[in-house]
């Protein structure tokens, strides 16, 4: 789990590191870790959504939002 700070700005980061043949990190030798960032992956976390399209999408993907559904059966 991840946790976001409301209106904060984030750069998900992707680390490459190679492992030896037992599956152990030698990060003391210079580039067995490597570290790639993608811009086009920069996001601002928010509270509420002015989309009402993403609304809906984010309200069918989540397994505790059955209240919000339309065709939730009571």
């Known amino acids: 789990m991840v946790v976001l700070q409301s209106l904060h700005k984030y750069q998900p980061r992707l680390h490459v590191v190679e492992v030896n043949e037992d599956g152990t990190e030698d990060t003391s030798q210079p580039g067995r870790v490597q570290t790639f960032t ?6 601002i976390a928010v509270t509420a959504y002015q989309n009402t399209d993403i609304t809906q999408l984010k309200i069918d ?3 505790f939002a059955k209240g919000f559904r339309d065709n939730y059966d009571t």
């Not at 993608?38 to 996001?43: A, C, I, K, L, R």
Request: charged fraction near 10%.
């Open 38 to 43: 993608f811009p086009e992956t920069q996001f």
């Open 61 to 63: 993907h989540n397994p």
